[in-house]
Structures are given as C-alpha cells and as structure tokens.
C-alpha cells in the first residue's frame, strides 16, 4: 500500500511539473512569433537601404554632373544618412527588446510594444512642443466700442408737441492691426510667455435732415428755443497697447487634452477721443468755418497694470490644434477725463443762432477733470485652432486662426452736459452757458478675428 501512495505520488508532480512546462512554452512561443516579426520587418528596412544605395551608386556612374551637382547630392546623402540612422535606432530598440522579452509577461510585452510605437510615430506637434524658445507675430481684426458713442439726437417731427428723438452713433469697424510675442519652455510643463497687441484706429458719421420738419443737434440743446441744425458729425479715435506677460504649467503634457493655468501681470493704456460737430448748412464739411455751428470734444484716457489669472486647453488631434483660454484680472491706474465746447455763429446770421432772444456770436468751455487713480476689472478669452506643419533643419512654424475679445470695465470717464444756464452771464460775451453735468464710467471692448504665424526652435 506505502508503495502505490508514493508511485501516485511521483506521477502527480511529474503531471504538475509538466503542465507549467506546457504554459512556459506557449508563451515562449508567442514572444518568439513577435520577434521574428519584428525583425521580418527590420529585413525589408535593410532591403530598402540597399536598394537606395543601388540607385545613389548607379546615378554617380551615368551621369557626371550628377556628381558635380554638390547641393542636391549632399541633400540624398542626409536624407539617405537620417534614413539609416533612423533604422539604427530601431535595431538598438529591438535588440534591447530581445534581452527583456525573457522576462516580460504578455500585458508586459503589449505595453512595452505600444511605447515603442508611439516613439516611432511621433507627430509633428509633438516634435513642435519639444522646442524651448518660439517667436509670433499676428494680424488682426480688432473692433473697439464703448457704450458712450452717441454723437448726436435727431429730432422728428420738429417743431412739434410730441417730438419723436432718435440717437445717431459712430459705429467703429473692424481695423487692421498686428501683435507680437516671445515663449520660453525650460521643460514641456513650464512656460513663460509675453505678448503685446497694438490698435490705432478711427471712425465716423454724419446725419443731414429736413430743416423744414426735423433737426438735429446735442441732446442737451433739443428743445423749442434751439437752432434747427441741419447736419450733424461724429469722429471717435481709439488708441489701445495691450502687454501680457505669463508663466504657466501644463498638466498632462504629454497628454490630447491639456490643461494649462497660469498667472502674470498686465500692462494696459487706452484712450477714446469724441468729437461733434453740429452745423445749420447742408453738407458741410467736418472742419468748416464761417458757419453757426457747435462743436463739442470729450477725450478719455487710462493707463494702469495689476495682477491676472486664467487658464487654457488644448485637444491633440493628429497635427491640429483646437484652442480655448481665458483670463481675469485687476487693475490699478490713472484716468483723466475732459470735456471742451465751442459755438460760433459768422457774419450775418443774426437771428439764426439765438438764446433767450440773444444773437451767440462765440464761446468757448471746458470741463477738465483732473487725475484720478482707479482700480478696474478686466476679463479676456481666446477661441482658436492651430495647425503643425514638418519640423525643418532651422526649425517649425505653426498657424493659428481665431477669435479674441477683452473687456476693461468702468474705464472711460465721461461728463455730459445736461442743461444750459437760464440768463446771460454779465459782463461776457452772450453764448449758450453750460450749467449742469454728468459724471458717467464707461466700458470699452476690443474683439475681432486674428491669425498667428509661430516660429520654434
């Protein structure tokens, strides 16, 4: 009986013993299966480069300004050199490969696979992110506005109990304008990065109307006792510099989808400058003299900087680009702020231009405020997609396309005249007197469409 126990005994752990030898081989088998191929594959490479250097030896011999032809014979050789670098680095990953597959389990392997792969496919935007320094320059469409651009109010019917008033505006367009920028990267994750964008641009509108039946003039000046004014002017000019200067992180870069906070301060002068012209002639130019007219020019200014935080991402998809950022911030500058008014009337317009039955023959006022230190709130954002193009010996150049806007709120400073003086002033030149005003604080806004060209290397 002790003899069968340990003859059953023995046939066991020779059945067992047997059974995890079957396993090993089976995935001996398939590790081999998948190095023969990958060296299947490093054979036609080999094969390539043979063929390669046929043609190159056969092109030498027929044709001798082949060999003369300096430049485009040095290009096939760096082409042909990077093409047998790039397999030598691929023997190297393979038979490094063959010393560990021994020890890697199947998931093992498939990971180790996937890496290498991706090594080998690596996209053009991936090589763009692995450069440290980038250069840009932008054109863009940028529009300003602000909620101040009334220039005039048209009055129809007139003269009339029941007079209905209409607001004229200048309505700026979009203006061409450009921006500049420089990028750091010590590592793919951290960045620091500086941008400037500069506008200068102008707008206006006029309005004519029926003397007869309507007017037009300063809202402060509408009313039974004001001068029919024929045609009305509005110019708006806007100045805006924008610097930015940011450091951020990338999280996830090696990732689709990233995500990059950042923080940095902001630099910002702006100014808007308004001017109106209301004339009793048709058609008349903005500047002409010898006519009854009041002009009126209201000039704004701020200048300032303070802290701003946002955030942005980036999706990955193939060597395209698609783009979105945002930004906040405060900050703490001066703000001016002046209103000057002129009215004239030229010889012989007496009883055209009149005030409490007096003939205005020209005054000058101003209303000047003076410097004030404000702290505003700003908000910008950024919508855009970009596209990689083949990395080159000096470096690669991306293309970006999109959409841009920021806001500077309560940053244009205005007073608006709101009534006149009931009497003449003694001892003065009769005129119309301005008696009452209003302090107002306007936002101003600049948006529009823009393209950037980046250079990294």
């Known amino acids: 009986m002790k003899r069968c126990k340990a003859l059953l005994g023995a046939i066991a752990i020779l059945f067992g013993q047997s059974c995890v030898s079957v396993a090993n081989a089976m995935d001996q088998e398939t590790i081999i299966r998948r190095l023969e191929a990958i060296e299947r594959k490093n054979n036609d490479l080999e094969k390539e480069n043979i063929e390669l250097k046929r043609r190159l030896s056969r092109v030498e011999s027929n044709n001798p300004s082949a060999r003369n032809n300096k430049v485009s014979h040095d290009n096939f050789r760096e082409a042909n050199n990077l093409h047998n670098a790039n397999n030598t680095k691929s023997l190297k990953i393979q038979d490094n490969a063959k010393t560990q597959f021994s020890s890697l389990d199947e998931p093992e392997f498939i990971s180790y696979q996937n890496e290498v792969s991706k090594s080998a496919n690596k996209s ?16 863009l469409g940028l529009m300003p506005s602000t909620s101040n651009l009334v220039y005039g109010t048209e009055v129809s019917p007139y003269p009339a109990p029941t007079p209905n008033w209409n607001d004229r505006t200048i309505t700026p367009s979009f203006s061409p304008t450009f921006g500049i920028g420089a990028k750091y990267s010590p590592s793919k994750s951290n960045d620091i990065e500086l941008n400037w964008v500069h506008l200068a641009t102008a707008a206006s509108a006029s309005v004519g109307v029926n003397t007869a039946k309507q007017m037009v003039g300063p809202s402060w000046l509408l009313g039974s006792q004001a001068s029919n004014y024929a045609t009305a002017f509005g110019k708006g000019v806007f100045a805006y510099d924008s610097i930015n200067l940011e450091v951020g992180h990338t999280f996830c870069a090696e990732c689709d989808f990233k995500f990059r906070p950042y923080a940095g301060v902001q630099f910002v002068d702006l100014s808007q400058n308004l001017s109106n012209l209301f004339t009793n002639a048709h058609g008349a130019t903005f500047h002409t003299n010898g006519l009854n007219f009041i002009s009126t020019n209201t000039t704004s200014g701020f200048m300032g900087a303070g802290p701003r935080l946002g955030f942005g991402s980036t999706y990955k998809w193939n060597d395209f680009e698609f783009i ?79 959409w841009q806007a920021a806001a500077y709120f309560n940053t244009v400073s205005q007073y608006i005249m709101t009534n006149l003086c009931p009497c003449d ?33």
């Not at 053009?124 to 054109?139: G, K, M, T, V």
């Not at 001892?427 to 209003?438: E, S």
């Open 124 to 139: 053009n935007l991936d090589i763009y992110n692995d450069r440290h320094f980038e250069l840009s320059a932008s054109f």
């Open 324 to 402: 979105g950022k945002m930004g906040a911030g405060l900050m703490i500058g001066t703000q001016q702020s002046k209103y000057a008014q002129t009215t004239t009337c030229s010889d012989g317009c007496i009883g055209l231009l009149t005030y409490n039955g007096s003939t205005i023959v020209g005054n000058n006022q101003a209303y000047t405020t003076p410097n004030t230190t404000q702290v505003i709130p700003t908000i910008d954002a950024k919508l855009a997609t970009a596209y990689t193009f083949a990395p080159t010996s000096s470096g690669q150049f991306k293309i970006e396309l999109g």
């Open 425 to 457: 002033v003694p001892d003065a030149p009769t005129g119309l007197y301005l008696a009452t005003g209003q302090h107002t604080l306007n936002n101003f806004t600049v948006q529009g469409p823009y393209i950037t060209g980046k250079w990294a290397y």
